[in-house]
């Protein structure tokens, strides 16, 4: 047992009896104990940094003036304790990062207007837009105004975000989607591939859709889960479209998106590796500024094109109007999207017939063929139905016998 002591606040270094390792160390009034956490290092230097950054993170603060804290400080409590719990978490670390790397070392006082001034001026010189600084701002914003609303600062500076860019949603062509079909190697690129065209959902509501939220006697998709609150980024409930209805029949029950059961939280990975191998393949290279987002817009823009009414749009996507007494009382249920429902249907004859003879391959999830006409999987399987991959030798149709 070391006699070093290091100490900041009430935690301190230590060692448990027989370990080489460094441990955060402080007393629970709750409990009268004395409680070590380990640091999992045994150099005694690195343990200082370690516990000086968890104290920075994870320490109480109270009543600071904003010249006695740095904004690297500050920053990451606000990472530690808020943003990385948030769906934006990883947008969040690097708006940290670059905001570390060039501010890091003054106080939150010091963070003037000028400062911010001097900040923009760098960025848009090294080619950043407006709208990528005005994000990362806007995580300094945060950061300041949550400390203020915790009682951890006595005042902070005025934020100043640059002007937002002008709008600019990519929209991708049938001919795009196309090939995302032709180029998506696995049944869960190709299964959120079919979703989101047949809800136009935000990834993330299509990777947390499960079968027990489709209806199969509704024909209804609740893209809400039970048990998660409405936010601004609502969910609705969506009459299923036919081309889908046979995929979630016979999916496995559980997340419709998965791999190998387990619930995907992303679907970037897979997405770059697909975007990867159509460019390698020579697709235009345009292709890589299609997202999974795109597909969101795609479809918002091709139900205007066809003439689906915006209210039956807004519904679709989840939006609400200003009128939100009304929308409590006056529920619009799925069955009256179905202007919305057809658009989405004929979209998807479209791609098939834009697929042409590869939709034959392009367009199965787990067997299945998905299309405007689709073959059901029977009922009762032979116990080794599943032995061989039926994509890699011959398509499975409804007529093949089992």
Same mark, same amino acid.
């Given at each position: 047992?070391?006699?070093?002591?290091?100490?900041?606040?009430?935690?301190?270094?230590?060692?448990?009896?027989?370990?080489?390792?460094?441990?955060?160390?402080?007393?629970?009034?709750?409990?009268? =104990?004395?409680?070590?956490?380990?640091?999992?290092?045994?150099?005694?230097?690195?343990?200082?940094?370690?516990?000086? %950054?968890?104290?920075?993170?994870?320490?109480? #603060?109270?009543?600071?003036?904003?010249?006695?804290? +740095?904004?690297?400080?500050?920053?990451?409590?606000?990472?530690?304790?808020?943003?990385?719990?948030?769906?934006?978490?990883?947008?969040?670390?690097?708006?940290?990062?670059? *905001?570390?790397?060039?501010?890091?070392e003054i106080s939150v006082a010091d963070f003037t207007l000028q400062k911010q001034a001097d900040?923009?001026?760098?960025?848009?010189?090294?080619? #950043?837009?407006?709208?990528?600084?005005?994000?990362?701002?806007?995580?300094?914003?945060?950061?300041?105004?949550?400390?203020?609303?915790?009682?951890?600062? +006595?005042?902070?500076?005025?934020?100043?975000?640059?002007?937002?860019?002008?709008?600019?949603?990519?929209?991708?062509?049938?001919?795009?989607?196309?090939?995302?079909?032709?180029?998506?190697?696995?049944d869960r690129l190709r299964t959120f591939l079919v979703l989101a065209i047949a809800t136009s959902?935000?990834?993330?509501?299509? *990777?947390?859709?499960?079968?027990? =939220?489709?209806?199969?006697?509704?024909?209804?998709?609740?893209?809400?889960?039970?048990?998660?609150?409405?936010?601004?980024?609502?969910?609705?409930?969506?009459? #299923?479209?036919?081309?889908?209805?046979?995929?979630?029949?016979?999916?496995?029950?559980?997340?419709?998106?998965?791999?190998?059961?387990?619930?995907?939280?992303?679907?970037?990975?897979?997405?770059?590796?697909?975007?990867?191998?159509?460019?390698?393949?020579?697709?235009?290279?345009?292709?890589?500024?299609?997202?999974?987002?795109?597909?969101?817009?795609?479809? %918002? +823009?091709?139900?205007?094109?066809?003439?689906?009414?915006?209210?039956?749009?807004?519904?679709?996507?989840?939006?609400?109007?200003?009128h939100k007494t009304t929308e409590r009382y006056a529920k619009v249920r799925p069955e009256d999207?179905?202007? %919305?429902?057809?658009?989405?249907?004929?979209?998807?004859?479209?791609?098939?017939?834009?697929?042409?003879?590869?939709?034959?391959?392009?367009?199965?999830?787990?067997?299945?063929?998905?299309?405007?006409?689709?073959?059901?999987?029977?009922?009762?399987?032979?116990?080794?139905?599943?032995?061989?991959?039926?994509?890699?030798?011959?398509?499975?149709?409804? +007529? #093949?016998? *089992?």
């Open positions: 047992m070391s006699d070093d002591r290091f100490q900041i606040g009430r935690w301190w270094l230590s060692q448990r009896r027989g370990s080489a390792n460094w441990c955060r160390t402080w007393f629970d009034d709750a409990s009268r =104990q004395t409680k070590r956490a380990s640091l999992g290092t045994d150099d005694f230097e690195a343990a200082k940094g370690l516990l000086a %950054a968890w104290v920075t993170a994870h320490g109480e #603060m109270r009543q600071r003036p904003p010249q006695n804290i +740095t904004m690297r400080s500050l920053l990451r409590r606000y990472y530690e304790q808020h943003a990385k719990h948030q769906a934006s978490g990883e947008a969040a670390y690097y708006a940290v990062l670059k *905001l570390d790397e060039t501010v890091g900040f923009i001026a760098a960025e848009r010189a090294r080619g #950043m837009s407006d709208s990528y600084i005005r994000r990362t701002l806007a995580i300094a914003q945060s950061a300041m105004s949550r400390a203020m609303d915790a009682n951890e600062l +006595t005042s902070a500076p005025k934020i100043h975000l640059p002007p937002e860019s002008p709008e600019r949603e990519r929209v991708a062509t049938l001919a795009e989607i196309a090939t995302l079909f032709r180029y998506a190697e696995t959902a935000r990834p993330g509501a299509i *990777l947390d859709l499960t079968t027990f =939220q489709c209806d199969m006697g509704s024909g209804t998709i609740h893209l809400n889960p039970p048990g998660r609150r409405q936010n601004k980024k609502r969910r609705p409930s969506l009459p #299923m479209a036919r081309f889908v209805r046979s995929m979630v029949a016979s999916a496995t029950p559980g997340h419709l998106v998965h791999y190998n059961g387990r619930h995907l939280a992303k679907i970037r990975s897979p997405w770059r590796r697909m975007i990867a191998r159509a460019i390698a393949d020579k697709v235009d290279r345009s292709i890589a500024e299609v997202t999974p987002y795109t597909l969101r817009h795609t479809m %918002a +823009t091709e139900m205007r094109r066809r003439d689906v009414p915006v209210w039956q749009i807004a519904k679709w996507l989840g939006h609400t109007s200003e999207l179905d202007e %919305a429902l057809a658009a989405t249907e004929a979209y998807f004859a479209d791609l098939e017939r834009e697929l042409g003879a590869d939709a034959e391959w392009a367009l199965r999830v787990d067997g299945l063929r998905v299309s405007c006409v689709l073959a059901t999987r029977p009922r009762y399987r032979h116990p080794f139905e599943n032995m061989v991959e039926p994509r890699g030798i011959e398509p499975l149709t409804s +007529t #093949m016998p *089992l």
